[in-house]
């Protein structure tokens, strides 16, 4: 059974910074792009990063470029995202999903709030 | 990386069919069969519905189908039913291998 298990979400200051991580089980994690979306409360699905299977390309969405970095340990099957310089808009569940064409499986998301 | 433009919300009642557009470029949506589509309930991971344009994954009802002209794809839910109710969002990959979503179209089921 392919799961993924979003963690390190949290409360977070503004200016802070966050490692939020995916664990995979159940599929060959090296053979997949992962991704990165994100969901603001309230709000709709926004795209964040995808990284390819083996981590010699990435992407990110303009508005985030500089401040979040996406990552993978294939030997560790996970997947990352550091998220610094946080401000109250990046307030959402982060979810990561499999897949560059299509995204069949998802993670339950990790909330990120950040608040003072 | 501008959002793919779908209808805030549309209505149907039990039995009738709805479609819901997804409007974007040809960097995206008209420049490859790499749509897909997505339904979530409120506090849910989003569900694949539909992926390269009109492929429905195992599982799926064949109530759900879609369809791309141009830079328009669409979503077409028929025989709808309560369990319909929920956000739907559209996704495409641009030539980049980046991604973009929709802003997401509510339905609800009168």
């Known amino acids: 059974e392919v799961q993924l298990v979003e963690s390190g979400g949290g409360l977070v200051q503004p200016g802070g910074s966050l490692r939020l991580s995916c664990a995979a089980s159940?599929?060959?994690?090296?053979?997949?792009?992962m991704n990165w979306v994100r969901q603001a409360p309230g709000k709709g699905l926004e795209w964040v990063a995808n990284i390819k299977e083996d981590g010699s390309e990435k992407h990110y969405v303009d508005s985030l470029k500089g401040r979040f970095t996406i990552s993978r340990d294939n030997a560790k099957n996970s997947l990352y995202l550091q998220v610094n310089s946080l401000r109250a808009d990046d307030t959402a569940v982060y979810y990561c999903a499999r897949g560059l064409r299509r995204n069949l499986y998802w993670g339950q998301g990790t909330l990120v709030t950040v608040s003072s | 990386q501008s959002a793919l433009t779908q209808p805030a919300s549309v209505s149907g009642s039990p039995g009738q069919s709805i479609t819901i557009s997804c409007t974007g470029t040809?960097?995206?949506?008209?420049?490859?069969?790499?749509v897909s589509w997505y339904q979530q309930h409120p506090g849910k991971a989003p569900k694949l519905m539909i992926y390269e344009v009109s492929n429905r994954p195992s599982g799926v009802s064949n109530r759900f189908s879609g369809s791309k002209s141009g830079n328009t794809a669409s979503l077409t839910i028929s025989g709808l039913q309560a369990e319909d109710e929920a956000d739907y969002y559209c996704r495409s990959c641009t030539s980049s291998n980046t991604v973009v979503f929709g802003g997401g179209t509510k339905l609800t089921v009168l």
């Open positions: 040809s960097s995206d949506v008209g420049g490859y069969n790499y």
């Open positions: 159940g599929f060959t994690f090296s053979d997949y792009w």
